[in-house]
T-cell receptor, first 111, second 113 residues
Framework: DQQVKQNSPSLSVQEGRISILNCDYT??????FLWYKKYPAEGPTFLIS?????DKNEDGRFTVFLNKSAKHLSLHIVPSQPGDSAVYFC??????????FGTGTRLTIIP | DAGITQSPRHKVTETGTPVTLRCHQT?????MYWYRQDPGHGLRLIHY???????DKGEVSDGYSVSRSKTEDFLLTLESATSSQTSVYFC????????????FGPGTRLTVL
């Protein structure tokens, strides 16, 4: 049973435009949400996070939005750059030692 | 970057042989994790450790065992490798806490023929 879902396996966006990656979850008890970015042949790296008491967190070009009533979060990247081409994973946490990851979305930025 | 290494980085083995993957950290983090990444499944937790000699199962632990005899080392063993265990394996470390931000190693690509 997939508790964290990324329903879009891939996404292509023109350079300079906004990229929006989506993530849905089923368990309302999740307290924290994280986004990771992964390049080929490398391990995932942490990108940005948000707690369930907030609805938005911003870090430079990256903003994460949380809609608790819809059990939905999204990552906005603006403007998109070629170096943003990667696989993005969302993850959720009950505030304990384990993360539950989604299946990932491959983002391709078109020059 | 967190000091975390994995060895070997690539391995090809045959069905039925034992395989051990090693994760080594220099950050003195309490928690260590083993994940596998497969197309369509994302990152799935195999086992994790919350201290020396303290380990617990993840969602895909069948066919795998782990050991942690020192804070810095976490070993993943496939007692008798099967083709379904062909995957990319990632080790991660964390200090715990609310967000439990985890830092990942570079991965080991394992092929079981």
């Amino acid at each position: 049973d997939q508790q964290v879902k990324q329903n879009s396996p891939s996404l292509s966006v023109q350079e300079g435009r906004i990229s929006i990656l989506n993530c849905d979850y089923t368990n309302s008890m999740f307290d924290y949400f994280l986004w990771y970015k992964k390049y080929p042949a490398e391990g995932p790296t942490f990108l940005i996070s948000i707690s369930s008491i907030k609805d938005k967190n911003e870090d430079g070009r990256f903003t994460v939005f949380l809609n608790k009533s819809a059990k939905h979060l999204s990552l906005h990247i603006v403007p998109s750059q070629p170096g943003d081409s990667a696989v993005y994973f969302c993850a959720a946490n009950f505030g304990n030692e384990k993360l539950t990851f989604g299946t990932g979305t491959r983002l391709t930025i078109i020059p | 970057d967190a000091g975390i290494t994995q060895s070997p980085r690539h391995k090809v083995t045959e069905t039925g042989t034992p395989v051990t993957l090693r994760c080594h950290q220099t950050e003195n983090h309490r928690y260590m994790y083993w994940y596998r990444q497969d197309p369509g499944h994302g990152l799935r937790l195999i086992h994790y450790s919350y201290g020396v000699k303290d380990t617990d199962k993840g969602e895909v632990s069948d066919g795998y065992s782990v050991s942690r005899s020192k804070t810095e080392d976490f070993l993943l063993t496939l007692e008798s490798a099967t083709s379904s265990q062909t995957s990319v394996y990632f080790c991660a470390i964390s200090d715990g806490g609310g967000y439990n931000e985890q830092f990942f190693g570079p991965g080991t690509r394992l092929t079981v023929l």
